[in-house]
């Protein structure tokens, strides 16, 4: 979905966000789209608010859905856990998130290890793995149990099973990358 839309909007800026509200928010008033000026050295080489402290601009308990696909892929597992506690903020009870991430766990561990997964994440960064040393935000993975106390803390709920993504070249998957829904 998200390589569809940046082909069909031009990329990740505010103007692809300003056509949505535009075009979308104009006929749907339920849905909201906002340009979070965010610091990201993949993004906006690091330029913006610090991705840690960024409160998202919504009053608390406003929305039934959050929909994330490729975005915490670019982030660092603290700045996921900032973002964790605020989609939980901002989601009413009984509300959904739907977001994506490259999950590390043992299945695919050993497939990074053996260079059988799509993404190759070589560089070891404690916490977390990216396939580029300089720029790690280019794309993250993360453990799966570290991301699963990160919901947990958040007061979210992964509504199991985890789907896990072909990236990492398991034979049944859902998507490319993993997919966690969570309720509150």
């Known amino acids: 979905m998200e390589k569809w839309l940046v082909r069909f909007m031009g990329g990740r800026s505010k103007d692809a966000v300003d056509w949505c509200t535009n075009e979308i928010s104009t006929r749907y008033s339920t849905f909201n789209f906002i340009h979070a000026n965010v610091a990201n050295k993949y993004a906006n080489d690091a330029q913006g608010d610090d991705a840690e402290s960024y409160k998202l601009p919504f009053p608390?308990?406003?929305?039934?859905?959050?929909?994330?696909?490729?975005?915490?892929?670019?982030?660092?597992?603290?700045?996921?856990?900032?973002?964790?506690?605020?989609?939980?903020?901002?989601?009413?009870?009984?509300?959904?998130?739907?977001a994506t991430y490259y999950l590390i766990d043992d299945f695919a561990r050993e497939q990074i290890a053996n260079n059988k997964a799509?993404?190759?994440?070589?560089?070891?960064?404690?916490?977390?793995?990216?396939?580029?040393?300089?720029?790690?935000?280019?794309?993250?993975?993360?453990?799966?149990?570290?991301?699963?106390?990160?919901?947990?803390?958040?007061?979210?709920?992964?509504?199991?099973?985890?789907?896990?993504?072909?990236?990492?070249?398991?034979?049944?998957?859902?998507?490319?990358?993993?997919?966690?829904?969570?309720?509150?």
């Open 118 to 184: 799509a993404q190759r994440f070589k560089h070891d960064f404690g916490n977390f793995l990216s396939t580029h040393k300089r720029v790690p935000e280019q794309t993250i993975a993360v453990r799966e149990q570290l991301i699963r106390s990160y919901y947990q803390e958040s007061g979210l709920s992964i509504q199991e099973p985890i789907l896990f993504g072909s990236w990492a070249n398991r034979p049944i998957h859902y998507h490319y990358q993993d997919v966690i829904v969570a309720t509150k």
């Open 60 to 98: 608390d308990d406003t929305y039934d859905l959050v929909f994330l696909t490729s975005v915490f892929s670019h982030m660092r597992p603290e700045q996921i856990r900032a973002y964790l506690h605020e989609i939980s903020r901002v989601m009413k009870i009984g509300g959904s998130c739907y």
